[in-house]
Every structure is written in structure tokens, then in C-alpha cells.
């Protein structure tokens, strides 16, 4: 079946280091992208999509994520990670007119 | 422009007793989504409506779940009885056109069983 493994349940970076959340899927053909980002109490905004072309996708708040077709993956960058980013942090993966998502990583800014 | 809206907020009931979660999408997307969040979990999909047709109901638990959109617009999730299981946030959102899978998020309906 297919999936999307988020590896690492919570990450802790210091304010103003660089961050990478790591995502994987499991789908034969290419698929439809996403990283989504939880506030405490809120719901999900989009913070960038993949559907096809350059495989480094921009996004909102300065997050960019990359493509990667070999390594099944969808990694999730920013270079310098600010305290409001304190979020948990979802990619899915979208197919047959729904979202798959994974469990979730959840960021900690420490000053 | 308005986002998804949901109501209430937060609902604390106790067992066996019905709740309902209501929806109002952003205006002019036809496709509208139930998601249901676990505590430390991704959101999964309960149901998909175009328009005011449930095209996937498919994981609705449709001995106690309901759900309708009878105008095509704002939606209604029920939950008869609620189990102690049920305990989860209940999300809503919207898409256009339809198969586009970029779905916008209300902030959801944290349900609380006691």
C-alpha cells in the first residue's frame, strides 16, 4: 500500500540553525506533494506542493523542499529556523482525489 | 476571502451521546473533505463530497457516522452514539477544481468523549 514515512517524531534545532524534516513515499508513479504545518490548535496550512517540473519547490515562511525520485523522498529545508516556527510538520502525498499523510514531526525552536 | 470555517471549536460530551461538527468551505470549491486526527497521528480521510454528492465514504464508520451536504455548500458530520474512541480533532476543508488534491484546512473540531 502506499505511504509516507516521516522518520523522525519530534527534532529540536536552536533559533537561527538550518532545519531539514525528512519525508519518504512509497508510490510507483510521481506523485503529488505536500508539506503542511500544524499550529498548537489550528489546522493545517499548506506551506509548499510538488506536482511535477524543478524539483526544488519554494514555499511560504522560507521553506523550500526537493524532489528526490531515487530516494523516494521529500525533504523539507529552511536555513535559518525562526522561534514562531515551532510547529508539528506533515507531508503528504496526494492521489485518487485525497491526501495521505504522514505521522507528523514535531519542531522545537529553542532560544 | 474567508477560510474553512468549523464549529465549535471543542465539544466535550460523554458516551453514547450524538454530536455534530458543521462546515462552511470557501466559497465556489465544489469539493469539500472530512479529515479525523488521532493524538499524535496524521489526518485520515473519513469522507469526500462533490458538490452534494459523497463520492468516497469509504472509511466512514457508518454504523455511528454520518454526513450530509444537502446544498452543495456547508456540511454536517455526526457521530451516533460517540464511543470513548472517538476522542480526536475532526477537520474540514475545501478544494477546487475538482481532483485538484491541494486541500485548504479549517482549524478543526477537537471532540473530547468522557
Known amino acids: 500500500a502506499q505511504s509516507v514515512t516521516q522518520p523522525d517524531i519530534h527534532i529540536t534545532v536552536s533559533e537561527g540553525a538550518s532545519l531539514e524534516l525528512r519525508c519518504n513515499y512509497s508510490?510507483?508513479?510521481?506523485?503529488?506533494l505536500f508539506w503542511y504545518v500544524q499550529s498548537p490548535g489550528q489546522g493545517l496550512q499548506l506551506l509548499l506542493k510538488?506536482?511535477?517540473?524543478?524539483?526544488l519547490v519554494q514555499g511560504i515562511k522560507g521553506f523550500e523542499a526537493e524532489f528526490k525520485r531515487s530516494q523516494s523522498s521529500f525533504n523539507l529545508r529552511k536555513p535559518s529556523v525562526h522561534w514562531s516556527d515551532a510547529a508539528e510538520y506533515f507531508c503528504a502525498w496526494g492521489s485518487n482525489y485525497k491526501l495521505t499523510f504522514g505521522k507528523g514531526t514535531l519542531l522545537t525552536v529553542n532560544p | 476571502e474567508a477560510g474553512v470555517v468549523q464549529s465549535p471549536r471543542y465539544k466535550i460530551i460523554e458516551k453514547k451521546q450524538p454530536v455534530a461538527f458543521w462546515c462552511n468551505p470557501i466559497s465556489g470549491h465544489n469539493t469539500l473533505y472530512w479529515y479525523r486526527q488521532n493524538l499524535g497521528q496524521g489526518p485520515e480521510l473519513l469522507i469526500r463530497?462533490?458538490?452534494?454528492?459523497?463520492?468516497?465514504d469509504s472509511q466512514l464508520p457508518k454504523d455511528r457516522f454520518s454526513a450530509e451536504r444537502l446544498k452543495g455548500v456547508d456540511s454536517t458530520l455526526k457521530i451516533q452514539p460517540a464511543e470513548l474512541g472517538d476522542s480526536a480533532v475532526y477537520l474540514c476543508?475545501?478544494?477546487?477544481?475538482?481532483?485538484?488534491?491541494?486541500?485548504?484546512f479549517g482549524q478543526g473540531t477537537r471532540l473530547t468523549v468522557v
Open positions: 510538488y506536482f511535477s517540473g524543478d524539483t
Open positions: 463530497y462533490e458538490n452534494e454528492e459523497a463520492v468516497d
Open positions: 476543508a475545501s478544494s477546487s477544481p475538482p481532483g485538484n488534491t491541494e486541500a485548504f
Open positions: 508510490y510507483g508513479a510521481t506523485p503529488y
